[in-house]
């Protein structure tokens, strides 16, 4: 990203200029660079206007500057604050787990054909089940407790890990198996300096989805199995008694949540597969 | 079980002797078959690789040139027959290979210079050992970019330039080319084909190069051997001695046309037939 990208055979022999100053950017002008504001601002003016003229009851939307101070005030060592990390934290522990056991699971599938295709159906076939139509089997196993939560979002988002590993070893390009068979690797150096390798960008790829679901579960599960915390149960509460303004809070407070650990993921695996794409 | 279904008819006739190969082979291939789909591409394929030659594979498409060094080096696995290395084995050989797509050989996650120390490491090289042998290889390359980045910084030619280095770094036997300047334009073609040419006159390396371009397959090497089209036979093994280094002068020379010429010639002859 920061290098530029050497410049294909049409210059060859000039060292790449990483260094050299290339041409500064021409200043890209403001309105593009206000672009990605546009939808979020166009969002809250619409959202204040329905609120302002009456269009929907404040007892069913309060006004964004209202909501926001709510998320502002309560993520600023409010109440919010506590459940927010401790949704964090299940959600933390649940994708530790998976990405722990789901990873070398899967790369490990993923080499040994055979045994994936052994398997492959029981990991598609839960794989396409709704991880929540299990929340009742982990009741059962678990009880209601903490580690449910943990438990099931951690089985949903594993098998989304070992699916992307599996297959990121088992699509490794063969041309770089063959170079690394012909200067004379034999199957485990071929394992640990290609396969490896080649699986990390499918890995990430299932890495992320994992954390996504990891965080649906969580919340899901939070809302619907006895739990005394955490941001799905500050949501169900909060609408319990009509305490709207807490309630969209919390709503912002788990996209919050959710869409930085997205781009924490793909700034890692930007920093880690920097060969990606290229 | 399917694997019984799927078995060839075998006749029970007495394996040939092994016949060696005349004195100065490198590579004896003998009785080599392999099918594809059911069908033959090579069947009772015999052949000689000189030692310290550059022999040039041509022929018409689909022929199996480059199936033809992918068995050599071990990449293709072959059905029936024998290749021996000087009389060893592949696994007792050291070789280097070269493939077309230097952008799936080389290895992203690593620098351009530890993919070229790759197969010293996995010699189980000392570090002293392989930083010797990099030195050597960087001066005889003469490399003029920089070798701490990664291959995708590089250019195509660069990184052509870094899987030959790659290839050549345990001082192989024999080195396999398989189309290595396809995906080059013609000047880093130029480049290459003076530095396959410098590595050849210093190590006396044995190559095997598979090429689609006749001009550069008779420029480089000792013998062209023309294939046929499948079931693959050999046509002609033509010899072309002018003395290296060939330059651009030679291109002009009458004993260049004329092998040029005589190996178009059998090659449309074996198009056609």
């Known amino acids: ?278 | 079980m399917s694997a019984v279904l799927n078995a060839r008819m075998v006749a029970d006739v007495p394996v040939a002797p092994f016949v060696p190969g005349p004195a100065g082979t490198q590579i004896t291939i003998r009785g080599l078959t392999k099918y594809f789909a059911g069908w033959p591409l090579y069947e009772n394929f015999d052949l000689d690789i000189p030692k310290h030659k550059i022999v040039s594979v041509f022929g018409p498409n689909g022929c199996g040139k480059s199936t033809l060094i992918n068995m050599i080096a071990g990449l293709v696995p072959i059905d029936a027959g024998e290749i021996l290395f000087d009389g060893k084995s592949l696994k007792e050989t050291k070789i280097g290979y070269v493939f077309q797509n230097y952008r799936e050989a080389l290895f992203p996650w690593m620098r351009t210079i530890d993919n070229i120390a790759y197969p010293l490491k996995l010699e189980g090289k000392s570090k002293a050992q392989v930083d010797r042998r990099m030195a050597e290889l960087v001066a005889s390359f003469d490399v003029k970019f920089d070798l701490n980045r990664y291959p995708y910084e590089l250019s195509g030619g660069q990184q052509q330039t870094a899987s030959i280095m790659r290839s050549l770094a345990p001082n192989p036997e024999v080195l396999f080319l398989d189309e290595p300047f396809s995906a080059l334009d013609f000047e880093m073609t130029l480049f290459i084909r003076e530095k396959l040419q410098e590595v050849f006159m210093k190590t006396g390396t044995t190559m095997v190069l598979v090429s689609h371009d006749l001009e550069e397959a008779v420029y480089l090497a000792d013998q062209v051997l023309l294939l046929t089209k499948r079931p693959t036979k050999v046509a002609e093994i033509l010899t072309y001695s002018d003395p290296r280094p060939r330059t651009v002068a030679t291109l002009s020379e009458p004993s260049f046309i004329a092998a040029k010429k005589r190996s178009l010639e059998i090659f449309q002859r074996e198009v056609r037939r």
């Open chain 1, 1 to 278: 990203m920061q290098k530029p990208t050497a410049t294909s055979a049409a210059v060859p022999w000039q060292p790449p200029q990483a260094g050299a100053p290339s041409a500064p950017l021409p200043g890209k002008p403001f309105l593009d660079r206000a672009l990605p504001f546009a939808g979020p601002v166009l969002l809250f003016i619409v959202w204040d206007l329905v609120v302002r003229l009456g269009f929907i009851k404040p007892i069913l939307l309060p006004s964004p500057s209202d909501t926001v101070m709510a998320l502002v005030q309560g993520l600023a060592g409010g109440p919010l604050l506590k459940d927010f990390l401790v949704t964090v934290w299940r959600t933390v522990q649940a994708f530790l787990i998976a990405a722990l056991v789901g990873v070398p699971l899967g790369v490990v599938l993923g080499s040994a054909e055979k045994a994936y295709r052994s398997v492959e159906f029981l990991i598609d076939f839960f794989r396409s089940t709704p991880s929540s139509a299990l929340i009742p089997l982990f009741l059962m196993i678990f009880g209601v407790s903490d580690i449910n939560k943990v438990a099931i979002a951690a089985f949903g988002a594993l098998l989304i890990v070992v699916f992307n590993s599996a297959y990121g070893v088992m699509n490794a390009r063969k041309q770089r198996v063959m170079a690394a068979k012909v200067m004379g690797a034999n199957r485990w150096q071929v394992f640990k300096d290609v396969l490896i390798w080649e699986s990390l960008q499918p890995s990430f790829v299932g890495l992320r989805s994992a954390v996504s679901m990891a965080l649906v579960i969580v919340i899901v599960a939070e809302m619907f199995i006895g739990a005394d915390s955490g941001l799905g149960n500050r949501i169900i509460n909060s609408q319990q008694v009509m305490n709207v303004k807490d309630m969209y809070a919390a709503i912002l407070a788990a996209g919050v949540l959710g869409y930085a650990l997205n781009i924490l993921f793909l700034i890692t695996e930007r920093k880690i597969v920097h060969w990606s794409g290229r």
